[in-house]
């Protein structure tokens, strides 16, 4: 592995739209800083996020909350246009996919070699054990509850979420 | 200052709900941490947050993303009791209000002094400067705008509010 010839370290993409963060995006994010040496995360535009009238925080808030964690050494926000955009930017060795997260993982590999980037591999971290909120469904389920039905309708889950 | 005599590490205590993670908590936990060695975060139990129905996660999922923050050292429970419980329990040099928690800084003292703590000093957070979601009042105010004025009424600031 390695893109960059002057550097040995593995460097990591992660992406998501990060909104309400809970543990399972801790999880994701901490097994992709574990797949390599440095862990750089895009999160999504405003304007790329389907439902996006129904984010809670506008895209440099979700960045910043993002970047505090401990185990993300750089959080960007992503491209307007496509995904493709941030990982020539970024120069990834690998791109970690969330266990929720609507990405084909073969399709994706095949994206990506189309786009000119045959060597990034694409992994994806399976989902959260234990205790604690796992997914932005549950915290959805949440919203469900309390709010009743009409209020999932434009909540749902765009490439983007994580 | 330094209650441990064992050690001459600085160690301050921040409190708050931190439900919806925003740059607020952020710069609220970054600044406490600069004020001593190491930051304990202590986060409200669920049956001691007033409107708790409207809690989008429950306090161990709360606990864990506060954990992951790259400031955070340790995030425990507080207890279902008094807030003094916890400060026995972890025995601050300095204890960090934020500049929207309901705390009254002399009066918080005066309660210090009065449960046997006379030493811990308290300190209030200036608010956060720059771009982002800086309060959950904001939070709060997307959620309003996005609701209606009803679904506010019982998202009012409890004590252990971050």
């Given amino acids: 592995m390695g893109r960059d010839e002057t ?3 593995v460097r990591v993409l992660a992406q998501g739209k990060f ?3 809970h543990p399972g995006h801790v999880h994701y994010l901490t097994e ?4 390599g040496d440095e862990l750089y995360v895009v999160v999504a535009r405003d304007s790329r996020v389907s439902g996006r ?3 809670y925080m506008d895209e440099e808030s979700r960045r910043q909350v993002v970047e505090a964690l401990g185990v993300v050494d750089v959080a960007v926000l ?6 493709f955009e941030s990982v020539e930017r970024i120069q990834p060795d690998v791109i970690t996919v969330g266990f929720d997260q609507d990405w ?5 590999r095949d994206q990506l070699a189309a786009h000119g980037f045959p060597d990034v591999e694409v992994v994806r ?7 604690g909120v796992s997914s932005s469904s549950d915290v959805r389920g949440v919203i469900k ?3 009743g039905p009409e209020a999932m309708e434009s909540l749902v889950d765009p490439p983007e979420d994580g």
Same sequence: chains 1, 2.
């Fill in 104 to 108: 084909d993982v073969e399709e994706l």
């Fill in 32 to 35: 992709s800083a574990a797949v």
């Fill in 19 to 21: 909104d309400v963060l």
């Fill in 53 to 55: 009238s129904d984010l």
């Fill in 125 to 131: 971290i399976g989902p959260m054990e234990g205790e």
């Fill in 78 to 83: 992503g491209s307007e246009g496509s995904v």
């Fill in 145 to 147: 509850r309390r709010e």
């Fill in 7 to 9: 550097s040995d370290m």
